[in-house]
């Protein structure tokens, strides 16, 4: 399919087409490297330690809406396999891409690129992506994966330690043990994007920014930089470390916490020499889910109204790229 950058993107220079507005290029791509995202070890969180270990989460979940986890419990050569052939993929000839590629956002396992709406936006993004639900029913969502060539057990591995993480958010917000468990969590989608090597990376994005507008998103980014945070007014880097997943807070938790924890706005810069393929899982509610502040954390004021999870979908997709706009229809009229 001749749309998907991996297919074309050889020997061609950017097309005029991928280049963004000056205001939201990344230009300059040295970002201080000094100040990255919290890292946090799992390995520790068991026993006496686990108090801290939850505090860590949610001072980072408030701070930088992101962090990082080492010793997650999830196996090392598990993550390297499934990375290895999610790769694969996208190396495979065009032709066999081609049989799953799809514009229509019904299709349930979807290979597009770009964003959301190819035909429609103004800038295309330099990006391919395989997308798939994982949950609920994995015997069913099987069925959907490409045959050639994935087949994995990482999603398994990746609700585990997703739920983990929400149990942890839970107890540093003082919520009972399985508040986020049940249809809060019942959805879970990977979304793979690949990110070919770019001829002017200071022109175009992988992604331009925009917050997950799920409950958290659990991601391996693989080894190669691109990924960025926005944080006190500045664009941050996340490091990519060996065997760790990233975690980042979503809209829905943001609003459950009534704006305790942030979903914060991030995005992907490209690279001219290294291809960077990197795994996202999105653990969200299910469309019909009421999703609203918890009680106990309302305190003076409940700052969100009650919506179903699907219309929050509806308002998000058409400003993606305006997390404010997309917020302030859901918080409650003063
Ligand atoms: C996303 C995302 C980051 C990355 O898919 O929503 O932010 O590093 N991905 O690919
Ligand atoms: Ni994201």
């Not at 799953?100 to 993004?125: F, G, I, Q, W």
């Not at 959907?144 to 585990?160: D, H, N, T, V």
């Not at 807070?249 to 704006?259: F, M, T």
Request: glycine share 6%; net charge negative; charged share 25%.
């Amino acid at each position: 399919m001749e749309k998907l950058v991996s297919s074309w993107y050889k020997n061609k220079p950017l097309p005029e087409s991928y280049i963004f507005p000056p205001e939201t290029r990344p230009g300059n791509l040295t970002v201080p490297t000094c100040k990255t995202i919290p890292v946090i070890d799992l390995g520790k969180a068991e026993g006496r330690n686990r108090t801290r270990i939850v505090q860590q989460i949610c001072k980072a979940s408030e701070e930088y809406g992101f962090f990082q986890v080492v010793n997650h419990g999830v196996p090392e050569d598990l993550m390297k396999e499934s990375m290895d052939v999610l790769k694969e993929f996208f190396e495979m000839p065009a032709e066999d891409k081609a049989v799953l590629y799809s514009e229509d956002p019904r299709n349930r396992c979807r290979l597009s690129t770009s964003s959301v709406n190819y035909a429609r936006e103004k800038v295309h993004h330099w990006r391919d992506n395989l997308r798939h639900p994982c949950l609920p029913g994995l015997e069913d969502c099987i069925q959907l994966w490409p045959q050639k060539p994935i087949r994995y057990r990482f999603s398994i591995e990746a609700k585990k330690l997703g739920s983990r993480i929400l149990e942890f958010v839970a107890e540093g917000l003082g919520l009972e043990p399985g508040y986020f468990g049940g249809e809060l969590s019942e959805f879970m989608q990977l979304s793979v994007n690949h990110y070919p090597p770019c001829p002017d990376p200071s022109l175009t994005l992988g992604i331009a920014q925009h917050c997950d507008p799920n409950l958290v998103t659990i991601l391996h980014q693989g080894d190669v930089n691109g990924l960025q945070v926005f944080n006190n007014g500045e664009w941050i880097r996340v490091e990519p470390l060996q065997n760790a997943f990233v975690v980042n807070i979503g809209n829905q938790l943001q609003i459950i916490s009534n704006d305790k924890l942030k979903s914060v706005e991030h995005r992907v810069v490209t690279n001219s020499n290294l291809a960077r393929t990197s795994a996202a899982f999105f653990i969200a509610p299910s469309g019909d889910s009421i999703i609203e502040p918890a009680k106990s954390l309302i305190g003076q004021a409940s700052l969100y109204r009650a919506f179903e999870f699907k219309d929050f979908l509806l308002h998000y997709f058409p400003n993606l790229e305006n997390n404010d706009v997309v917020m302030e229809r859901f918080r409650s009229q003063a």
